[in-house]
T-cell receptor, first 113, second 111 residues
């Protein structure tokens, strides 16, 4: 019954590795987002897709690549992980035409050692 | 560029007292202002929002006020309870998909 789900919940990996985080929403929304929340709790938008089309692409290193295979899924692939990538990554979704409310997933805590 | 300032960064109140958190935004085209509550280790969740054509909105113990001229909006929580303890985020959006979040306020309600 989960509205926005993410896997994995925790991810511990070494510098230089490549990893992916997956997100799925069953709300029928057409817009999905990735946010990064750093150790100071600051929430910053990274990417957004609307109907599988990239509409927001903030200043994020090229090592981060989002992919949206369909409206219900938005994945985040990170190459060559660095210590500074350690954070909690939240996926979110919204129904663009009816409401601006964004529904957040449970988050993925990424730790790079 | 777009910016949302949020104050205070931490706030401690006695149970039953009121709490006020203030935000200032820079983009005058912003027209949607949500407030999110994030409990420890949990996801941010919307608690109240306001659109630019409204000056105030209330939902039980929480209310939000908006001053478009001054580009200020505030969250008011009355009769605070221990379960109100969390980090609160304001955000501003110009009706597109992009939220600009404030830096968060850690509220502690002391029993």
């Amino acid at each position: 019954d989960t509205a926005v789900s993410q896997t994995p919940k925790y991810l511990v990996t070494q510098m230089g590795n490549d990893k992916s985080i997956k997100c799925e929403q069953n709300l029928g929304h057409d817009t999905m987002y990735w946010y990064k929340q750093d150790s100071k709790k600051f929430l910053k938008i990274m990417f957004s897709y609307n109907n599988k089309e990239l509409i927001i692409n903030e200043t994020v290193p090229n090592r981060f690549s989002p992919k949206s295979p369909d409206k219900a899924h938005l994945n985040l692939h990170i190459n060559s992980l660095e210590l500074g990538d350690s954070a909690v990554y939240f996926c979110a979704s919204s129904q663009s035409r009816e409401s601006y409310e964004q529904y957040f997933g449970p988050g993925t805590r990424l730790t790079v050692t | 560029g777009e910016n949302v300032e949020q104050h205070p960064s931490t706030l401690s109140v006695q149970e039953g007292d009121s709490a006020v958190i203030k935000c200032t935004y820079s983009d005058s085209a912003s027209n949607y202002f949500p407030w999110y509550k994030q409990e420890l280790g949990k996801r941010p969740q919307l608690i109240i929002d306001i659109r630019s054509n409204v000056g105030e909105k209330k939902d039980q113990r929480i209310a939000v006020t908006l001053n478009k001229t001054a580009k200020h909006f505030s969250l008011h929580i009355t009769e605070t309870q221990p379960e109100d303890s969390a980090v609160y985020f304001c955000a501003a959006s110009r009706g597109t998909y992009k939220y600009i979040f404030g830096t968060g306020t850690r509220l502690k309600v002391l029993a």
